[in-house]
Every structure is written in C-alpha cells, then in structure tokens.
C-alpha cells in the first residue's frame, strides 16, 4: 500500500518535472527557436496553467468514480502548478525584462493582461504556503475557504491566456471550456444529479460526508497513518 | 531554362525625381561597408550605392531571381556569392540569420504557430504565379509574374522588420520598388489607394480552412506611402528567392510599417479611390490601424511598444520612431494624429 503511494507520487514527479528537464534541455542545445525566451515563456505558461487544471480535476474525478486515493497527489500537483507559474513569472522578470522595473511595473499596472496574470500568480502564493500540514491544522476550517482562491487564480490565469492570443483563441478556450467544466461539476445541483446518473450507470459511489471533502481529506492525509 | 530580361527605355511619365533615391546608402549600409561587400560581389549591394545607375543594379542582380537558378526550389541558406557576415544595416546593425528570418514567421495562412509556415508551407506552388492589376488604372490585366517584374531593377536592401508583437529582425531582402510597379501601371488621378491581397486557396494555403482571420489576406497603401522610395516587394532574402513561408514569391515590404502591413504571396493589386478594409483592422479595429506605423509611443492595447526584442538579443532594446525611418517618411503623416491614426 505504501509502496503503491509512493510510486504515485513518483509517478507525479516525472510528469511534472519531465517538462521541465525537456525545456532546459531544448534551451542549452539552442532547440527552442529563433525566439526562445518567448518559447520558455509560453511552455512555463502552459503547463502552470495544465497543472492546475488537474489539480482541480482530481476532486470531481474522485467524485465520479470513486477512486478516493488521487487526494493525496492533489497538494503536490498544486505545488507544481504554483512553480510552474513561478518560473513563468521569473522568466518574464528576468529573460523577458531584465529588471527593468519601470516596464514592469508599467506592464502590470496598466495592461489588464499582464494584471490577470500577475494576479493569478499572486493568489496562488498563500496557497502554496499553506499548503503544510501545520497550516492546515492552524487554519482548520478556514483552511478550506481560503482555498477556494484557486478557481479564481485558475480563472484569471485562463483570461491571460485568452488575452495573449492574437486570433487563433482555440488552445485558451480549451483551457477555459475545461475549467468551466471543472467548475460546473462542483455546482452541488449539478453534483446531484451526477450522482443519480452514476447510480444509473451502477458507478460506485463515493461516501460523501456533509462538510467539504477537500478539508477532510486533506487531514487524512496529514494524520499519521496506522 | 532562360529567362531573357527585356529591358526597355522608361517612358517619361515612369521616371520621376528620387530624392530619397540619392540616400540610398540608408538601405545598405556605410558606403565604406557596401564598398567592401561590392568587391565582393561587383554591383549588388554595391549598385544601389553607386548613386544613380538603376541599371547597374538591375543587371547585376538579375541572376538572383532568375528562374533558372539552380536553387529555385527549396532554398537551404543564404547564397554563396557574397559574404554575408559583412553585410550590415545603415544603423550598422548585422543581419538576422537564415534561421531566424526563414522559421519565425506569421503567416496563418500556414498555421498560427510561428513555426507551423516553415513546417507547412510547401504545399505553395509559387511557380507558375500570375498577378492581376485592377482598378484606377491605364494599364489593367493578368500579368505573369516573369513579365510583372521583368521591367524592374532588382536591387538587395536591408531593413529593419518590426512585428506589432514586439519583436524585430534585420533582413537582407531582394526585390523591387513598388514605386516603380505602381507608376507602370499608370494609376488614374482617381486611384489614392493600392490595396494587395494573398492569394486565396485552401489547398495551397491549408491554414485558409479555419477562419481565423477574412481569408484572402487583404493590406493597403495610401498612394503616396506606396510611391515612397522605401515602399518595396521583395522577391527574394539573402540573395536567394523567397521561401515559401516568406510569402512566395512576391511580397510586400513596408520597414516604417509593423510586419503586418507587409501582404505575402500578393495575386492582386487594386487600386482605389476609397480606403479599402485591411484584414487586422477588420479583425481587431482596436488594436490594428489601416496606418500601423512603428510608434513606440503609441502602445498596443495589450502591450507596451516602446521596445522591441530583436531577435538573437538577450536584453529588449528600445524601439525606434517609425522603426528607425523617420527621416525618409515623417513627412508623409504631417499633421496627422498618429495616436488617433495608429
């Protein structure tokens, strides 16, 4: 059992880090263009972006079938989101601007698009420093509200996108039509019905308490283990 | 296969006073530097530094675009016969390389990525290639794209290529004065504008099925900014023709202008008594203009345009007023609102 865990979460590692050696690489052989920097931060941008989408895919995929065990990669592939959007924002900072604080400051302050994402990343911040098991605790209930920030940072971060875009909007309403989605599916109308139609389907159901599952689970997690 | 340039004496309606014509050590470089490069290669670069003389130019360069080079199809690099390396703007700027100036293109005709027109451009046949002349003209038709140019003297120009996204390039293009192709068509005193549009075909063009953008791909000119001496078709890069992701294989070159301006794979040139609709300003009227001018005051609504990446840089590196042809095309917008007619 505890083996199996771990190979999740190496599993989890690989996928999220792969990305990352794949750009270094493609980076020092010259391999990302005639415009890396643009390149970097596009791939940074995307997979900030991708990873909080599953991140918030894992409850509604519990939900629906039952596979309770994906909580527990759930903080780690939110901690790679957030440092995925960190080095996206680094990467602007430094490859994009070098430091030249007056353009950026500039660039946030007046081009919503900038603003969106520099919002997005801002908001995810104290959740990734909340993400420990003593603020967990500390927190308690509001733990969970606080939380909640990531449909709006998972939202704005969709609108940078979207905003970027010159004409082909296809692959940022990709993003947004699956967070749409995510978000819909947490409607606890919607969730009703999910689950009449799972029963209908004959789908194992999930035990699902009254208070919020994420607050529960995520003390499970952190709770020594028999 | 031959193609036997006839070159005729200009009508006196077709010669007209080149002031800028006179600076044209501007498009190539220090005369010192051209010098060089002309011993190189005798009356390339060189022929449109020595003052005067269209024709030293026109012949010299002629092979360049002549269709029985051998590397007409599929050009791999620059050509051979110069050292490019010397080869510098008159801000004394080098060239941006064959990579980088043939696999970082937009051209959605092809796809949206800027590497998708290297990828998928192809399937461009930009041979046979005919362009029609429509409009407020003496001289209207369907030209073969041989006798389209054949009139002209080809000459190679470095410019400076700043894209509306904030990036730019220097590149070496080879080609024509649109000057000169416009005056030969002999425009009607009705005609203030010359509109030139993409070819359209989904087959060729396979990025035309999704309608991202109003296919055909439409950009204009007002007639004086097409008469500028620095108004250009390009026909070529570094002394080789046009790839096809370049915009195959006549183009539109516009260096005072952002690179959308400058139409690629041009089938049609219609001129105008109105100003006509241009593709980005339909698209997004907000963020596109019909002038499009290099303003690095004037910010796109979602970017700054005070600087540019010059692509091969590191550091962004400020963007200059009219992309660094102020001199040459100030005048053509006096007073003119250029915050209002971006």
Redesign the interface.
């Known amino acids: 059992m505890s083996l199996r865990l771990r190979w999740g979460k190496v599993l989890v590692w690989i996928v999220c880090l792969l990305p990352a050696l794949w750009l270094g690489y493609e980076a020092l052989t010259g391999q990302l263009g005639a415009n890396p920097i643009e390149e970097v931060l596009h791939r940074t941008g995307w997979w900030a972006l991708a990873l909080l989408m599953v991140s918030l895919a894992v409850t509604p995929i519990r939900r629906l079938t039952g596979w309770n065990r994906l909580i527990r990669y759930r903080r780690l592939l939110g901690l790679f989101a957030f440092a995925w959007a960190t080095t996206h924002f680094l990467g602007y900072l430094v490859l994009d601007q070098w430091f030249a604080w007056p353009f950026i400051v500039e660039d946030i302050t007046e081009r919503p698009f900038i603003l969106v994402g520099f919002a997005a990343w801002l908001l995810l911040l104290p959740l990734a420093v909340t993400s420990t098991r003593g603020w967990i605790r500390r927190l308690g209930k509001r733990w969970g509200v606080l939380h909640r920030l990531v449909y709006l940072a998972a939202a704005l971060g969709s609108l940078h996108f979207f905003w970027k875009v010159k004409a082909d909007t296809r692959e940022p309403l990709v993003f947004i039509a699956v967070l749409a989605v995510l978000l819909l599916i947490r409607v606890p109308r919607v969730r009703e019905r999910a689950r009449v139609w799972r029963k209908r389907l004959g789908l194992r159901a999930t035990q699902s308490g009254g208070t919020y599952g994420a607050r529960r689970d995520e003390d499970r997690l952190s709770a020594p283990g028999p | 296969m031959f193609w036997i340039r006839t070159i005729r004496e200009p009508k006196d309606a077709e010669i007209t006073p080149y002031e800028t014509w006179l600076n044209r050590r501007h498009f190539v470089g220090t005369s010192a530097k051209a010098a060089v490069a002309g011993a190189l290669v005798p009356g390339l670069l060189a022929g449109c530094d020595v003052d005067g003389e269209r024709g030293v130019s026109k012949a010299a360069a002629s092979p360049g675009i002549a269709p029985g080079d051998t590397d007409q199809e599929a050009p791999g690099g620059p050509s051979q016969d110069r050292d490019w390396s010397k080869v510098r703007s008159e801000l004394d700027e080098p060239l941006?390389s064959w990579?980088?100036i043939t696999?970082?293109n937009n051209f959605?005709e092809f796809g949206?990525g800027?590497?998708d027109p290297a990828k998928n451009a192809h399937t461009l046949r930009p041979r046979p290639w005919s362009v029609a002349v429509e409009g407020e003209v003496e001289s209207p038709g369907v030209y073969d794209l041989e006798d389209f140019l054949s009139p002209h003297a080809v000459e190679d120009r470095v410019y400076r290529l700043r894209c509306v996204?904030a990036?730019s390039m220097v590149v070496p293009w080879r080609g024509i004065a649109l000057a000169d192709v416009v005056r030969r068509m002999q425009p009607t005193s009705k005609a203030r504008f010359v509109e030139m549009t993409t070819l359209l075909d989904e087959e060729q063009m396979p990025g035309q099925r999704?309608r991202?953008?109003d296919w055909p791909y439409v950009e204009a000119l007002r007639m004086d900014e097409a008469i500028h001496p620095l108004a250009f078709l390009a026909t070529g890069v570094y002394g080789r023709d046009l790839p096809n992701q370049n915009g195959a294989p006549l183009r539109l070159v516009v260096p005072w202008k952002y690179g959308f301006k400058s139409v690629k794979s041009i089938v049609r040139f219609r001129f105008l008594e109105d100003m006509p609709p241009t593709t980005w300003a339909v698209?997004?009227p907000r963020e596109y203009g019909f002038y499009a001018n290099v303003n690095p005051e004037v910010?796109h609504p979602?970017?700054?345009q005070?600087?540019e990446?010059r692509?091969?840089e590191?550091?962004?590196r400020p963007t200059l007023p009219f992309n660094g042809y102020a001199d040459e095309v100030e005048s053509l917008y006096a007073g003119m609102d250029l915050r209002k007619n971006f």
Do not use: M, P, Q
Request: charged share 45%; glycine share 4%.
């Open positions: 941006n990579e980088d696999t970082y959605y949206v800027k590497d996204e990036w999704r991202i953008l698209s997004a910010d979602r970017w700054s005070a600087r990446r692509l091969g590191f550091r962004r």
